[in-house]
Nanobody, 115 residues
Framework: QVHLVESGGGLVQPGGSLRLSCAASGSILAINTMGWFRQAPGKQRELVAALNSGGNENYADSVKGRFTISRNNAKNTVYLQMNSLRPEDTADYYC?????????WGQGTQVTVSS
């Protein structure tokens, strides 16, 4: 089992920045990909960014150039640095850890971009 705990969400003005963190524990050696998804009210959950064990990054077109995914292996933590935030980035953000067998989700953290 993999346990994920997200933090770093909150309220920010348009143009501002936030950094989300996702700390993993448990069977972390089985993880091959970690990523961030988001779900806005009334919308489907969508991929924001992902990072695999080979270091390859993948981003949604809507966040390219603004968001950066990274990891600290010593802390078993993956980060999502979000810059130039827009009101349309408002959503619940979820961390995902994927193994060959299954996917594990965090509890989510809320991001609100509003003036």
């Amino acid at each position: 089992q993999v346990h994920l705990v997200e933090s770093g969400g909150g309220l920010v003005q348009p143009g501002g920045s936030l950094r989300l963190s996702c700390a993993a524990s448990g069977s972390i050696l089985a993880i091959n990909t970690m990523g961030w998804f988001r779900q806005a009210p009334g919308k489907q959950r969508e991929l924001v960014a992902a990072l695999n064990s080979g270091g390859n990054e993948n981003y949604a077109d809507s966040v390219k150039g603004r968001f950066t995914i990274s990891r600290n292996n010593a802390k078993n933590t993956v980060y999502l640095q979000m810059n130039s935030l827009r009101p349309e980035d408002t959503a619940d953000y979820y961390c995902l850890a994927r193994t060959t067998a299954t996917s594990h989700w965090g509890q989510g953290t809320q991001v609100t971009v509003s003036s």
